[in-house]
């Protein structure tokens, strides 16, 4: 090998390798840092998370108006102290979604490993009939609870709230463990029957483990649309029994209060809490 050969070489190994494929993708997602589909997302994002700065800086506000007039807690103080009602209807709201949510977990749970284990006559006909709820229009669903309730001589209030939340949540709690049991491993249900388990020591040792993730998606689904709605609340409640959407309305009709900006932030507080604490049991329960 001569000199020249040795000093090719050389020059040749101090230069950088050829990218690879990653390299290249990641080139040109960095020319492409202003492309259209991540405009969308920021212009969506700021859509959505700027009415709620906006709230929140308002909460603040010392006057009741539009106009910033300084930095006050008068509202907060107010949200504490003197919201009797608010806080009754709050707590109803909190009563209704966690209750009704609770009996359509454990209803949709059980429809849902009905459905999927066994074998009947009816079986599609209930699996469809189920989504009903979800495709109807809420206002239809509010108005068919209505006649129903009168025609059964059931007084409106926070008993016909509650089955009426109860009815819009099955879907929902039905779907989401469905889609768990379609990932479902029967071989460990013939694991359990071969080690002498009877048919509820695998129903609650075994399957409702498996789909607990599910379980509890279906259930935090439930509380939030439990708590937000306000089309089939309106045709169901009775007087004494508004939630907080109802109470929201009916307080909106004179201007909105800031009372009502506080209540908001604070909701807004509690639910961020949540997301967090619920974060790292969801990851857990879904490894086990």
């Known amino acids: 090998m001569n000199f020249?050969?040795?000093?090719?070489?050389?020059?040749?190994?101090?230069?950088?390798?050829?990218?690879?494929?990653?390299?290249?993708?990641?080139?040109?997602?960095?020319?492409?840092?202003?492309?259209?589909s991540q405009t969308v997302f920021i212009a969506t994002i700021v859509f959505l998370f700027l009415p709620l700065f906006i709230?929140?800086?308002?909460?603040?506000?010392?006057?009741?108006?539009?106009?910033w007039t300084g930095f006050s807690f008068t509202w907060y103080e107010e949200l504490f102290l003197h919201s009797r009602d608010l806080w009754r209807a709050f707590w109803h709201s909190i009563v209704i979604a966690v209750s009704s949510a609770g009996t359509a977990t454990v209803i949709g749970t059980l429809g849902?490993?009905?459905?999927?284990?066994?074998?009947?006559?009816?079986?599609?006909?209930?699996?469809?009939?189920?989504?009903?709820?979800?495709?109807?229009?809420?206002?239809?669903?509010?108005v068919s609870l209505l006649v129903f309730f009168e025609g059964i001589r059931l007084k409106l209030g926070l008993a016909t709230?509650?089955?009426?939340?109860?009815?819009?949540?099955?879907p929902f709690?039905?779907?989401?463990?469905?889609?768990?049991?379609?990932?479902?491993?029967?071989?460990?249900?013939?694991a359990a029957r071969d080690l002498g388990a009877n048919e509820g020591q695998t129903l609650l040792k075994v399957t409702v483990p498996v789909c607990m993730p599910g379980i509890v998606s279906g259930f935090l689904t439930a509380v939030t649309i439990s708590l937000e709605d306000f089309v089939i609340t309106y045709f169901?409640?009775?007087?004494?029994?508004?939630?907080?959407?109802?109470?929201?309305?009916?307080?909106?009709?004179?201007?909105?209060?800031?009372?009502?900006?506080?209540l908001s932030v604070v909701m807004i507080c509690g639910t961020v809490a949540l997301t967090f604490?619920?974060?790292?049991?969801?990851?857990?329960?879904?490894?086990k």
């Open 173 to 190: 709690v039905f779907l989401m463990v469905m889609a768990r049991l379609d990932e479902f491993d029967f071989s460990i249900i013939e």
């Open 277 to 287: 604490l619920l974060r790292n049991f969801l990851k857990y329960i879904a490894a």
């Open 112 to 142: 849902a490993i009905g459905v999927n284990w066994y074998r009947f006559r009816l079986r599609n006909y209930v699996q469809t009939i189920s989504f009903l709820p979800m495709i109807l229009p809420e206002i239809i669903i509010g």
């Open 4 to 36: 020249k050969t040795v000093i090719n070489n050389f020059i040749t190994s101090l230069k950088s390798p050829p990218p690879g494929e990653a390299a290249r993708h990641a080139k040109r997602a960095y020319g492409k840092r202003f492309s259209f």
């Open 161 to 170: 709230i509650f089955i009426a939340h109860t009815t819009f949540n099955l």
């Open 55 to 67: 709230l929140v800086l308002y909460s603040f506000n010392a006057s009741k108006g539009m106009n």
């Open 236 to 262: 169901v409640t009775g007087p004494g029994s508004s939630t907080l959407p109802i109470y929201i309305y009916s307080a909106i009709r004179f201007g909105v209060s800031p009372v009502i900006n506080a």
